[in-house]
């Protein structure tokens, strides 16, 4: 059984860097979330896609932040541009079934440190 | 909008006893509701979940919570607590959402 994996693991970069991070969903999941989640706080919604389709965004999820899922498959998550604020675990999660009802699988998570 | 408050930031319990870590939810429909637990190093990994029914949930590793409307609350138990169970605890809200908003965690420290 493989679940939702997430790559890298851990990822340090200097400020002004660009950084991309991807995720596997489980492989029959049709639903692929992102979530932020920064120390001491529970993770933060970010975006959701259906397939392939990027259906919601959150105002957390500024100009510099671009997600895709080409083939309704994997997903990546671009930071350009990092700030010091980016630093945060990146948390992607993936769901099947009626969308709101269903349970959300989440990977390892990806922590970011921006020096 | 909806919103998740666990008042415990942080809870320490002797190995054995038993333990209770509170939320209480703010949306007003029908709520979707989730206890999921966060260990070092480890993913999130739902507990259980409350969609309609019962009110008395069952999860894994020996937990339950129990939604009561009248109180808006959606509080997680476990009668016996292991050495293991030690991590963060989220209270999470799914009501008329695709997204999930998640509390701000209720940290769980065993104690021999």
């Known amino acids: 059984d493989t679940g939702v994996s997430q790559d890298p693991r851990h990822k340090i970069t200097k400020r002004g860097q660009n950084v991309t991070f991807r995720c596997d969903p489980i492989?029959?999941?049709?639903?692929l979330y992102w979530y932020r989640q920064t120390l001491g706080q529970g993770p933060e919604f970010l975006t959701y896609?259906?397939?392939?389709?990027?259906?919601?965004k959150s105002r957390l999820l500024s100009d510099r932040f671009s997600a895709e899922r080409p083939k309704g498959s994997f997903s990546t998550l671009e930071i350009q541009r990092t700030e010091q604020g980016d630093s945060a675990m990146y948390l992607c999660?993936?769901?099947?079934?009626?969308?709101?009802?269903?349970?959300?699988?989440f990977g390892p998570g990806t922590r970011l440190l921006v020096l | 909008a909806q919103s998740v408050t666990q008042p415990d930031i942080h809870i320490t319990v002797s190995e054995g006893a038993s333990l209770e870590l509170r939320c209480n939810y703010s949306?007003?429909?029908?709520?979707?509701l989730f206890w999921y637990v966060q260990s070092p190093g480890q993913g999130l990994q739902l507990l259980l979940k409350?969609?309609?029914?019962?009110?008395l949930v069952q999860g894994i590793k020996g937990f339950e919570a129990e939604f009561k409307r009248s109180q808006s609350s959606f509080n997680l138990r476990k009668p016996s607590v292991h050495w293991s169970d030690a991590a963060e605890y989220f209270c999470?809200?799914?009501?008329?959402?695709?997204?999930?908003?998640f509390g701000t965690g209720t940290r769980l420290t065993v104690i021999p």
């Open positions: 949306y007003g429909a029908t709520p979707y």
């Open positions: 409350y969609f309609s029914g019962d009110t």
């Open positions: 999470v809200d799914q009501t008329g959402a695709n997204n999930l908003f």
């Open positions: 492989s029959e999941h049709n639903r």
């Open positions: 999660a993936s769901s099947l079934g009626k969308a709101g009802t269903e349970t959300q699988y």
């Open positions: 896609f259906q397939n392939e389709a990027q259906l919601e």
